[in-house]
Each structure stands twice: as C-alpha cells, then as structure tokens.
C-alpha cells in the first residue's frame, strides 16, 4: 500500500533471487500512481536456530508478531478501502492496536506502530467522527516526535499530521488565529522538504498551504507578536511569483505598522516600509490595486515623517499620494481615501514650512472629500475630524474665528458619528479639546475648559500605558491647564500644566519631534511664566535633540534634523542665559558647551582616544573602537535620493548606533569610566583654560553678556548692560556693510564707518571684560586669551575691538585689545582640549606643502593672479627642516589636496573659498578639477597634523541657520586634526594678503631653537604680523585674519 491506502503492486519474486542480494538494501519498483513512480527497498537478512537463548527466541517470535499483525492490518485496510466495510476497518484497527502494545517506548518500531494506527482512524472513523479526530492527532504528534528532522520518515509523518490538522480545521468553528499559525508553521516546514513534483507535494502540502493562506487572509490584523509570527510564515508559503505573494507582503507590512502605533517601535516601520516598497516594485504602472498598494506606502512613510520629521519622507508621502489620486479620478471608489490622505500630507507640509497654499490646499482637499462622504457615509466621521484639524491649525497661524468655530462644529459631529469602541476615538476626543481650549481664551467660560480637560482625561484612559497617542494627550491636558490658569492664574493650574509638559517630553514611544516640540514649548511657558522647571525644560530639549539627532544617518540630516524646529535655534544661548540668570554659572559653562557644536561633538564620539581605557581593558577597548569604525563608515556623509537605498542605510546605522551604545554602557561599568562620553562638567571643561583664560560670549534674547572661564576658581559673569540681541544684530549687519564699503575704498581712505563699529565692540563688550581680566584675573599684559562667541556675536571681528582714543592725558593712544592680549578663537572649550591633548602626537620630521590654486576648475571662482607668487614666498620663508614642498597648477586637484592635507603636518592653502550659507558643509575650496568641501575635510583624519594658514575667502565664517554651529572650513581642519588654524572673516585680497603671510612667517620662523617649528606660536606671530602691516595693509584686511586652536 501506498500512503491512503491504495494497492499499487504485488512482490512476486522467490527466496532464493531475494537471498541473491545478500545483506546489501535493493529497490524494487512499481507502476506510475498519480505521475509518481513508488519504489521499495528491501533488505534481507537470515536468523538462524535460536540455540538456547530463550530471550532471543522470544525477542525472535514477538518481531514475527508485530511483522504479521502489521501485514494484516495493512490488508483488512485494502479491503475497507474497496468494500468500505467497517467489519475490515475494525479488523484493522485490531491488529494495528496489537502491534502498538507490543512496542513500548524505546522500541524501534514504536513510530511506525503510531503512524498505521492513525492513519487507519484518520481513513475511517475520523471522517465520521470529529470528536476521533483528537486521538487521532495525538498519535500522529507522537510518531512524528520519534522522527525528527532528519529522519528518512520525517517528511511522511509531518505529511500525516497536517492531513489531520486540515480536516479538523475544515469541520471546526472554533478555529484560533494559534491553530492556524500552528497549522502553517508545520505547512512551511514540509514545504522546504517537498520540492516541486514529488509525491507528498502533490497529494498533501499544496491543499493544505492553499488553504492556510485563505484562512490567514479571512483573519483581521493582529499585531501582536503571534499575529506577526503568522503573517511572517504566510509570507514564507506565497514565495516571489505566487498568486497571493503581494496579499501576503501586504498584510505582514499592515500588521507590523499596526503594531508600531501600538507600541512605536521605529524598526517594525521600517520594514513595513521595505516590505511595501517591495510590492511596489513587482506592481508597476498599469498594475491593478497599485493605487491600493501606493497608498499603503505611503501610509506608512506618513506615519515614520510624524515620528521622524524627516522631510525627506514628507516630501515623498506628498509625490505618492498625488500619484494615487492621479489613478483615483472622479467616480473611482477610493477617490474619497485619496483626497483625504492627500489633505493630511499638506497639513504636515503646512505645520513644517508655514506656506499657507498647503493648509488652503488641504481644506479644499477635505471639502471634496467630505461631498463624496454624505449623511450616512461609514468614513464621514474621518473626513469632519480631519477637515477640523486643518481650520484650527489655520486658526492657530492666522486666528480668523470662523475657522476655530467651524473647527469646533465638524469635531462634534464627527464624535457623535463615533461608536465608543471606535479605534480613533481617542484622536477626536483630544483634537475637540484642543479646540475648546482656543475657544475658552475667547469665551473664558469655565464650562469650556472643563469640557476640554474632561474629554482628555476620557481619551487618556482610552490608551494603554506605553501607546504613543498618550504623548498627545498629555500635550493637550498641559494646553488646558495653561488656558485656564492664563484666565484665572492659580499657581496650581500652572503645576499641572508643567507636569504635563514633563510627561509629554518623556514619553518613551513617542517620536523625537514630537517630544521635542512640547519641551520647546515647557521653555517658551516656563521662562514667559518665569516658572522654577525652566532650566529643567532646557535640560530636557538638549537631552532630546542629542538623541533626535544622533539617529540621522549623515552628516547632512543631522543638520537638517537640528534646523527643523526653528525656535531651537537659539536654545543653547537661551539655557546658558537661564543658568547664568539664577547665578549658577558653572552649570551655565556646561550648557552652552553642550549645546553648542552639537554637530561636531557628535561626530567627535566616532574618535575618542581610547589610551586610557585600552590600558585597562584592551578587549573592550578595541571593540569600541571598531564598532566606531563600522559606525562612521555606516553614517555617510549626503542624503541618498534613491529613497529605498536610503531606508537601509538608516537601518543599518541604527543597528550599528545599537550595538555602539551597549559598548559605550559597557565601558561606563569599568571602573574610572562612570562618565565616559557624558556631557563634560565644568571641571572638565575648565581644562580648555590651562593657557589662558576663554571668553564665552552670549547672545540670548533674555541677556547679552559674558562668562570667563579662568584657569582655575568659578566663573566671572561679565554683564552687557548696553547691549541686547537686536543690537547686536544691528552691529553684525553694519559689519557687514562697512566691511563690503571699505573694499571698494583706496588704501589710503580713512575707514571711519568700520573704525566707528571697532570702538563699540570695545566700549559696550570687551572693555568690560578687559576690566574683569585685570581686575579680577590680574591677568598679564600680552598673556592668551580665547574667544568663544554666540550666536550674532560669531559674526563680529571681536579680537579688532579697539578704542581708537587718545588716553586722557594726551600721552599717547589708548590700547586695543591685541595691544593688551593674545587673541585666539574657539569653536568650543572642547575643540580646545582636543587640540592640546593631540599635541602628544607631535611629529618629530615635520613637513610642510603650500597648496595653490590660480585656475580653478569650472564654476568655481575666476583665476587667482597672486597665488604662485604668495606660493613662491611661503617656499622661501619656510625651514628647510620643514621639508617644504609646493602642490599648484594641475597636480592642485580635490584628490592630490586630500592627500596633502593626510601626509603633511604644516599646511598653507592659497586659492578661493567659498561659505556656502545653505549648506555650510558644502564650503569649499576651489581646486583644479572639484571643489575640496567641509565634509571632504571632515572625513580626513589627520591626528599628526599641528598647523594649517588658510590664506583664502570666508574660511571663518558661521553657519547662518546654526550660529552656534560654527560649521566652517577652518573649524573643520581643526576637527580633523590641526592643532593651530588661521582662517578668515570675509573676502581676502589676495595683492594684499601676501604681506601678512610674508610677515606672519617671518616673525613666525624667526629664532627658531633646533630648526624645531612650532604650531603654539601662530597667534603671537599673527598679532605680530597684524601689528608690522598697518602701513601697507587697510584696516579690513588686516582684522580679516583670525587664528583658531592652540
């Protein structure tokens, strides 16, 4: 017999051809059954007397038994199979019973006993008999058990099982989502055992996968882990080619993006995202359901732009959905589902951009969709709370009452259309309270606000504890607070509110954007209310910007992820102004450090020096350095266009960004490491004053002033009682002005407007300084200081402030600030203590190359006629023990300048440069062939290199949407490992420029001790060189020069 029981041959052969075979296994065929050919192979072998071993013999007669019961049963069921006489069934369930009692657990027949019995119940009695069928599958259960992968029976008994299975799922209805993702689980596992043709496939495991994938389809999305697990085995039956292959991608990316509103976990949107990019790409132009499938994607990208905020997915969300209403025209079924998702998209645009065509776009988009949702419509309660949320968020821009009164009328009717179990009644209840809260500023009828603060609480209790739509509803709940506590002004209206504001800006699964709008917001209320958690409020945005950005995967989204929310820009400054405001200044230092160069600390942590740790634990040591290579390899530098490419290089930086913060917590374990990588204190931070004192200089809107960080004590807090932010915008755009007047005056001309600006520098910020230096500091003539500006002071020539006044007893001029100080720049304190610590990496065979460039490649800026000549200087001026060598003409290409920069230690770099005030990482230096950019600078380490002289345009200029930033060319070769960097404010004349690089050289190589040149002496040898040129240079060109470092 064959599998259900047919005969399909008789073995009719003598004793003596099958003891020709000796003991060797043979294989005797049979005629074709259902296009398969069935096969036996037959092993003989010979017992002869037994003798006297009365154990053997029994052994002996029992096989016999179990052999002829089996080959009974086998028969009594050929002859039910042709009779249907339950007589025969009967006979063959004895005999099959038989043979199971007579092998035990252990024998090793057992499994083959189990296998005959059950397939005699399953052939007859369980057909008829449901209530057999669960006997009848524990034996097959307990066969299969006994032959486990591997085993040549293996694929027959899981066959038996799912046989079973299936019929009882067909005559069960109480079949579970758990019974029919057991059911697929054993299907998938007999279908990689089954190729395509063989016997088993064809009689058994198509039928069965066929109807697991019907059933899983008729199941609702169950995100849970099990309902995942499910849908993920469905995935594995319907391979690429399948009919339901797309069905089966659709409802595992539907049910991982459920699970993700439910828990948000960024991974599961992911690769819901993957998996529908997966559909788009096998459903092209033409495709049917591809407006269905199109949708879903960009469903789903919607939901990764609101956790997110990556404008690059609401960009394209927007392109998708207008694709999917371009194949939904007028009269398409789902033309309704198109415009309202169309509306929501441009509502986010609208919220980021503030262009009112969006918001105007998405109402008329919701109008229409409304007229194809009437009275009666299952899905008009959807489009009434949408179409809602787009006038209050125009009301909230431009405050017209029509807009929050009709607002307020559509989400009243859409919650009346809403059942209570609904799943997105908790949107509408809170989004109704946000409207009442608008309308009791107004009204200032309590009945509103408590109406508002009742349909929160309703809406939170909706939630479990871990759902992010709670972030939301304690947004709301602090929004009603305040409302009623701006009427009334009790102070514990004003506490709840704060405390929602905490519960809001912590919520573990809500997105960073999210998060980060509503702490902004805590500091807006805090420091308007002048409420205790202000600093706190700042703590916690810093907190939550360091984690947003740090899940960028480039160096440009991190940028783009920071300039998003618009008031942030101004966040560091602000917290510093707080701490300094309620006289905590050592914690003001800490704030402004961390907030400050955020971009740049970032990447900073990819190359911490690890000496100290690799000597107390050089296994951890050096796996953190590797996870940081595999991460900065990961992080990449451009935003990708190809937008799947793009989805699995930010998967693979987040897993990397994963693996790298367990090392990092793991080295916080080992002794001495408590606070590796954490924000530094202010003792650590003190470090950068070692040489001199450093200057923070703040520009907030709530206070302009100074904090001087001394080599050791406190801080000195240095009031700007004249100066408030807008004056210093003012003065940074006079700047600007005068500096763009002076280049088109002669060299002789007086520069009366620039002079006028310098004096006002020094009387209302560094005078002051300059007398708590002296007074406080008793710091000596000529000793270094370093300037670190804020904000619109990183645009001001600080270190040219000058009196330009007679003393008063007319004996000679009042000094400036070089005449008093060495001046140096900052990036930041830490920048600084980087550069010092690399200094132990001094090179003892410097070597310097002066690159040039006089014709730059096209676009890049006309020929530089000065350059060879200024290169010529620099050759001459140099030390022969310096190794000079001269990079220009064709050999000064983007390439051949990388590699200058990573071989030498000295660098002179004369040709253009450009800011790039767009995208400050793009700046430039002009070469040969392409550009040589910021970020090309910022992937060169070069921990050997000590000095660079950037004898070129706006080397030193900020980035205008990142002041704080201080995102430039010259900040860039320091990060990447020059020590001492000269750099420049604004346009250089190159005629003019080579008589401040002949007298910086010379008073810089002059009384050299060894022939050994050194990189800390650049600041005296620039302030000497300033000083030497007043005859031959004006005024702006010579402050254009600033030094940078050690």
């Not at 700047?735 to 002789?748: D, V």
């Not at 430039?924 to 062939?929: G, I, L, Q, S």
Request: with cysteine; glycine share 4%.
């Amino acid at each position: 017999m064959l599998g259900l029981g047919e005969v399909v041959g008789k073995l009719e052969t003598s004793w003596n051809e099958l003891l020709d075979h000796g003991d060797q296994p043979f294989d005797i065929s049979f005629p074709t059954v259902d296009h398969t050919c069935p096969s036996l192979t037959l092993k003989v072998a010979f017992v002869g007397p037994c003798g006297q071993d009365d154990g053997a013999l029994l052994e002996s007669i029992i096989e016999c038994n179990i052999a002829r019961h089996t080959d009974a049963g086998h028969a009594r069921c050929a002859d039910y199979v042709a009779s249907k006489s339950i007589s025969h069934l009967n006979d063959a369930l004895g005999h099959f019973q038989l043979v199971l009692d007579q092998c035990p657990v252990g024998h090793p027949d057992r499994a083959a006993a189990l296998a005959n019995l059950a397939c005699a119940r399953l052939g007859g009695y369980s057909l008829k008999d449901l209530q057999d069928i669960d006997f009848t599958t524990s034996l097959f259960r307990d066969a299969l058990a006994l032959r486990p992968q591997g085993h040549p029976d293996h694929s027959l008994s899981l066959c038996n099982l799912i046989s079973v299975v299936l019929i009882w799922h067909r005559h069960n209805k109480e079949c579970t989502a758990v019974n029919i993702q057991e059911f697929a689980q054993l299907c998938c596992e007999l279908l990689a055992l089954c190729p395509e043709a063989t016997y088993l496939r064809s009689i058994s495991v198509d039928t069965a996968v066929n109807y697991v994938i019907h059933e899983c389809n008729n199941l609702p999305i169950d995100p849970s882990d099990e309902g995942i697990q499910l849908r993920r085995i469905v995935l594995e039956l319907c391979p690429v080619g399948h009919q339901h292959h797309l069905k089966a991608l659709d409802e595992l990316s539907w049910g991982l993006r459920e699970r993700f509103t439910q828990l948000g976990s960024i991974d599961d949107l992911d690769e819901s995202i993957q998996l529908l990019r997966d559909i788009a790409s096998l459903c092209p132009e033409g495709c049917h359901d591809r407006d269905t499938y199109l949708h879903n994607l960009a469903f789903s990208i919607a939901h990764r732009f609101s956790h997110q905020g990556n404008s690059h997915d609401l960009d394209e969300v927007i392109s998708l959905y207008e694709e999917v209403l371009r194949l939904c025209p007028v009269g398409h079924d789902s033309r309704d589902t198109s415009l309202d998702n169309l509306g929501g998209a441009f509502v986010d645009r609208f919220n980021q951009s503030g262009d009112v065509n969006d918001i105007n776009r998405a109402i008329s988009l919701y109008r229409e969709a409304l007229t194809l949702r009437p009275p009666g419509n299952a899905s008009r309660d959807i489009t009434l709370n949408n179409l809602a949320r787009a006038l209050k968020t125009r009301y909230d821009k431009f405050n017209v009452s029509e807009d929050l009164n009709e607002a307020v009328d559509l989400y009243r009717e859409s919650l009346r259309l809403t059942q209570h179990d609904h799943p997105d009644r908790h949107a509408y209840l809170r989004n109704l309270s946000s409207a009442l809260c608008s309308w009791f500023t107004h009204t200032q009828k309590d009945e509103d606000v408590e109406e508002a603060i009742g349909l929160c609480r309703e809406s939170l209790a909706a939630l479990p504890p871990l759902h992010p739509d709670r972030c939301t509803c304690y947004a709301r709940l602090q929004e009603a607070y305040l409302s009623r506590y701006g009427v009334h002004h009790d102070p514990g209206d004003l506490s709840l509110a704060v405390e929602h504001f905490r519960l809001a800006s912590r919520h573990p699964t809500q997105g960073f954007p999210g998060r980060i709008k509503t702490a902004l917001l805590w500091v807006h209320e805090a420091e308007k209310h002048q409420h205790e958690s202000a600093l706190e409020a700042y703590h916690e945005c810093l907190d939550l910007f360091d984690n947003h950005v740090m899940t960028r995967s480039s160096v440009i989204s991190r940028r783009e992820a920071a300039t998003a929310f618009l008031e942030a820009r101004t966040l560091p400054v602000d917290a510093t102004s707080c701490a300094i405001r309620r006289d905590n200044l050592r914690q003001a230092v800490e704030l402004e450090e961390r907030g400050r160069g955020q971009q740049w600390s970032l990447t900073a942590r990819l190359r911490t020096p690890l000496e100290d740790l690799e000597s107390v634990n050089p296994k951890l040591a050096h796996r953190f350095s590797e996870l940081s290579k595999r991460l900065s390899d990961a992080q990449g530098s451009a935003v990708s266009t190809d937008r799947a490419a793009a989805d699995q290089a930010a998967i693979r930086y987040r897993r990397f960004t994963t693996q790298w913060e367990a090392a990092v917590a793991e080295i916080r374990n080992v002794q001495g490491f408590s606070q590796f990588l954490l924000p530094p204190s202010y003792k650590d931070l003190q470090a950068a004053a070692s040489y001199g004192p450093v200057i923070i200089l703040i520009a907030s809107k709530y206070s302009c002033e100074a904090l001087v960080v001394p080599t050791s004590g406190q801080p000195h807090r240095v009031p700007f009682p004249s100066v408030a932010l807008e004056d210093l915008k003012m003065l940074k755009s006079n700047f600007a002005k005068a500096i763009r007047h002076a280049s088109c005056m002669g060299p002789k001309e007086p520069r009366t407007a620039l002079i006028a600006l310098l004096r006002k520098i020094w009387d209302e910020v560094m005078l002051p300084i300059v007398k708590v230096l002296q007074r406080d500091l008793k710091l000596p003539r000529r000793s270094r200081i370093w300037l670190c500006p804020t904000a619109a002071f990183t645009s001001i020539p600080l270190h040219a402030a000058h009196p330009f006044r007679t003393k008063a007893d007319g004996c000679g001029r009042e000094p400036c600030l070089e005449d008093l100080y060495i001046c140096s720049y900052t990036p930041t304190l830490s920048a600084l203590i980087r550069s010092r610590q690399m200094m132990k990496n001094h090179c003892a065979m410097p070597s310097f190359v002066a690159i040039g460039q006089s014709q730059p490649g096209a676009g890049q800026g006309e020929a530089l006629l000065a350059v060879e000549s200024e290169l010529a200087l620099v050759r001459k001026l140099v030390p022969v023990t310096a190794n000079p060598t001269t990079l220009s003409g064709d050999a000064a290409t983007r390439a051949g300048a990388l590699e200058a920069l990573q071989c030498n230690t000295w660098v002179h770099l004369a040709c253009h440069g450009k800011q790039d005030r767009e995208q400050p990482y793009n700046s430039h230096f002009a070469m040969r062939d392409q550009p040589l950019t910021l970020l090309d600078i910022m992937e060169n380490d070069a921990p050997q290199a000590e000095f660079a002289f950037l004898s070129a345009c706006h080397t030193a200029v900020g980035d205008e949407e990142m002041p704080d930033e201080v995102i430039h060319l010259a900040a860039g070769l320091q990060f990447s490992g020059f020590k001492s960097v000269i750099g420049t404010l604004w346009v250089v004349d190159d005629a003019v420029a080579r008589h401040i690089v002949e007298a910086f050289y010379e008073d810089m190589f002059k009384d050299l001790k060894d022939g050994v040149i050194d990189c800390t002496k650049a600041a005296l040898a620039l302030n000497h060189a300033t000083c030497a040129v007043k005859k031959e240079v004006p005024l702006e060109q010579r402050i254009v020069f600033i030094h940078i470092g050690v």
